[in-house]
Nanobody, 115 residues
């Protein structure tokens, strides 16, 4: 069973940077892609970025040019480098891993961007 643990969230000021990490364990070879998602209060959970097992990446328009998703060569850790953070980036950020059968979720990490 795939397990995901996010870390790296926190409180920062607008314009600053944060790097989130997602530790992946269990069934790594069954994973086709890993994504970062976020849910702001009152909103649905939306895709921020994802990376496939061949390192293809896709970004939401709202974060293009500011966020970078990457992974270690062994795929055990997936990062989200977040630069030039904005107040509207405030949300709980989740790591999600897709296999051919299911999507697995981490517990989430809070990112708060203040003015």
């Amino acid at each position: 069973q795939v397990q995901l643990v996010e870390s790296g969230g926190g409180l920062v000021q607008a314009g600053e940077s944060l790097r989130l990490s997602c530790a992946v364990s269990g069934g790594i070879f069954s994973i086709n892609a890993v994504g970062w998602y976020r849910r702001a209060p009152g909103n649905r959970r939306d895709l921020v970025a994802f990376i496939t097992y061949v390192n293809t990446t896709i970004y939401a328009d709202s974060v293009k040019g500011r966020f970078i998703i990457s992974s270690t060569n062994d795929k055990n850790t997936v990062f989200l480098q977040m630069n030039s953070l904005k107040v509207e980036d405030t949300a709980v950020y989740y790591c999600g891993a897709d296999t051919s059968e299911s999507r697995y979720w981490g517990q989430g990490t809070q990112v708060t961007v203040s003015t």
